[in-house]
């Protein structure tokens, strides 16, 4: 009985997948077949095999357990060899070289092949030739992170930031706006106007919301109007009159935001976040100078984000060069995966610790404020092409 025991309980018997350890494959052929073995510590985890044909019992024995891949059955993918390369479905398989699945990224995203595509149609571009685990979530983390095509494309979203109205003030005059209309004809010394809105007695006038009364013209009052008023009573009516005009305010700012939210989207960063900035490249030229602003890059960056202020604005680390205010909109910004600049693939040689140039590559105007400067492409000694700086001529 406990032989018995024994030989049931050391019986080879199938276990279960653990898939953080690794899996072993071994294959075996002899005349007339070929198998193959999934193991796992040592312990079988599934098993195939397949007879072979007339025609493939002449094969060389390392070329039958090849064939051992192209096995077709429920526990095995469809794979198959073809001239050495190994593939899944008819798309070539790479497997879990990580650094070669950018690699085919990259030359069909980046590329002018690829033409910075979006998500869709470079996934689509490759999944049509090659075949990993995880293909897709590795295709959609590239592209997002691409610094090309947040710096070049619009931003594909409703317009955001919600609505941050302003807070009504509880008295009047606690909050005024300032505007001027100019352009107009002289008039004496002047040839403008200022206004001056109180934005609680925005409606009516000033003097009927403090007194809760309409101004008497040349000194007539109404019939019915008492020449002594009683104070206690006039102060009732103005303590009404503000809360009659402050829930009016409040009603109607409930109405526009919520109309306004229809069209907009939620967007926040927090502090040592990086984003993408979005300007007028033919208006400033202090933060990023660029030759050809037709061309260039709507969006500057990536900036680190230093602080918020308020609800829908952000103050940002922008360039010591820079001359323009360093707080921004939310819907100016656009968030960046990483701060990381692109590299040059060679490193510089240190031995020499001072080069000088060599020859000019290229010219070109550069635009600086109202003037052009004619720059250099200097090609310095030690070092290649792709480390050649632009330098102005003088």
């Known amino acids: 009985m406990d032989a018995l025991k024994s030989a049931l309980g050391s019986a080879p018997v199938l276990t279960l997948p653990n898939f953080s350890k690794p899996f072993q494959l071994q294959t075996d052929a002899s005349d007339l077949g070929v198998g193959a073995f999934l193991l796992q510590d040592g312990l079988p985890l599934a098993f195939v095999s397949k007879a072979l044909g007339p025609r493939t019992q002449a094969l060389f024995t390392y070329e039958k357990e090849f064939l051992e891949l192209s096995v077709n059955s429920h526990n095995h993918p469809p794979f198959t060899l073809h001239h050495g390369v190994i593939r899944y479905s008819g798309h070539i398989w790479v497997g879990n070289n990580q650094q070669l699945q950018q690699n085919i990224i990259s030359a069909l995203h980046d590329s002018a092949l690829g033409g910075h595509s979006g998500f869709l149609v470079t996934y689509s571009r490759i999944k049509k030739l090659f075949c990993w685990h995880g293909m897709k979530q590795s295709i959609k983390a590239f592209v997002a992170a691409c610094s090309v095509c947040h710096q070049a494309k619009p931003d594909r979203v409703r317009y955001p930031g919600l609505l941050s109205p302003l807070p009504v003030p509880a008295e009047a005059w606690q909050m005024v706006s300032m505007d001027f209309i100019d352009g107009l004809p002289p008039s004496g010394h002047a040839n403008c106007i200022m206004v001056v809105v109180d934005k609680l007695t925005l409606g009516k006038s000033p003097f009927e919301v403090l007194f809760g009364r309409s101004r008497h013209h040349f000194g007539i009052t109404e019939l019915a109007a008492s020449p002594v008023p009683d104070v206690a009573s006039m102060l009732a009516e103005r303590t009404t009159m503000l809360a009659s005009v402050r829930q009016h305010l409040l009603r109607a700012q409930q109405r526009m935001k919520h109309q306004a939210d229809k069209k ?60 323009i205010h360093l707080v921004f909109h939310v819907s100016l910004l656009k968030p960046a995966s990483s701060a990381v600049p692109a590299v040059s693939a060679r490193l510089p040689d240190l031995d020499n610790n001072m080069q ?35 330098e102005d001529a003088d």
């Not at 989207?265 to 037709?294: C, E, G, I, M, N």
């Not at 984000?305 to 604005?313: E, Q, R």
């Not at 635009?367 to 004619?374: A, F, M, P």
């Open 356 to 390: 000088v140039s060599e020859r000019v590559l290229q010219s070109r105007l550069h635009q600086h404020g109202n003037h052009s400067v004619k720059q250099l492409l200097i090609k310095w000694s030690g070092l290649g092409d792709d480390l050649a700086t632009w």
């Open 264 to 323: 907009r989207s939620k967007r926040s960063f927090q502090t040592d976040d990086f984003v993408y900035l979005r300007l007028q490249p033919y208006v400033q030229s202090s933060l990023a100078p660029r030759s050809h602003h037709k061309l260039c890059f709507k969006y500057f960056g990536p900036f680190k984000v230093l602080s918020k202020i308020g609800t829908v604005a952000y103050e940002l680390e922008l360039p010591p060069t820079s001359s």
